[in-house]
């Protein structure tokens, strides 16, 4: 089981029912949208803790859940708050290349800071959702909505799928970090040169598993549709 599907289902609020939970969850995504800072501040605040104290996570890694997209998101603000130019224009902080212009408009920082807040308070939101629902209830919420029959056995697929992936991944590092803990550096090359030739071997193996598990789902579908239509007559 992956860690925030763990979570999702050690979560204090894992027997609410998922619709509220996702209406919840709009309204939050509707706040974060709403361009008033100040509400958006409160949100990511209040959000941030809400999750924290729900979800049952280790401090620890609840930060590291926002470290790693922080890194994307600076680097998106940073090519936003900078403007490139082979004109002169009127920059609050600038710098010039010969006939290049480089420098901040006195704009920008307003509408960074604003796309920033707006981030920062989406990711919570969607952190929210996911670390207080499960994915059995996610599922039950797409079967009432009107999406095919078809394309949710995908996601379901699709879902499993991650588990084999990762479960492959793990057990193949854990066995090559036992076996060239103390290698040299040129083995741990080697080492991980089968690490990827492992779980790529592993993953079309299993891949040839879940063909033949769906062509046996969507033929019993098939043959339920004829019979369906058959007995029309």
């Not at 290049?100 to 509408?111: D, K, M, N, R, T």
């Not at 919420?141 to 056995?153: C, F, K, T, V």
Request: glycine share 6%; with cysteine; charged share 15%.
């Amino acid at each position: 089981m992956l860690p925030i599907d763990y979570y999702a289902y050690q979560n204090r609020w894992r027997h609410l029912d998922g619709r509220l939970k996702f209406l919840l969850f709009l309204l939050f995504l509707i706040i974060s949208f709403s361009g008033i800072w100040s509400l958006q501040v409160a949100l990511f605040i209040t959000v941030f803790w809400l999750t924290f104290y729900l979800a049952r996570i280790p401090f620890a890694i609840y930060v590291r859940l926002y470290f790693y997209p922080t890194i994307f998101i600076l680097l998106s603000l940073a090519t936003l708050l900078l403007s490139v130019s082979t004109t002169p224009l009127s920059y609050w902080v600038g710098w010039s290349f010969g006939s290049l212009h480089i420098g901040i408009l006195p704009s920008a920082p307003q509408q960074v800071i604003r796309l920033g807040l707006r981030i920062y308070a989406c990711l919570a939101a969607t952190y929210f959702f996911v670390l207080t629902t499960p994915f059995g209830q996610i599922l039950k919420g797409l079967h009432r909505s009107p999406i095919p029959r078809e394309l949710l056995d995908l996601i379901l697929l699709m879902y499993r799928f991650l588990f084999l992936l990762m479960g492959d991944f793990i057990s193949a590092q854990e066995s090559l970090v036992l076996k060239f803990a103390f290698s040299k550096k040129g083995k741990r090359i080697k080492g991980l040169a089968y690490l990827a030739n492992s779980v790529f071997l592993r993953l079309v193996d299993h891949q040839k598993q879940l063909e033949e598990i769906l062509e046996l789902r969507f033929d019993a579908m098939d043959k339920e549709g004829t019979d369906v239509g058959d007995s029309r007559y």
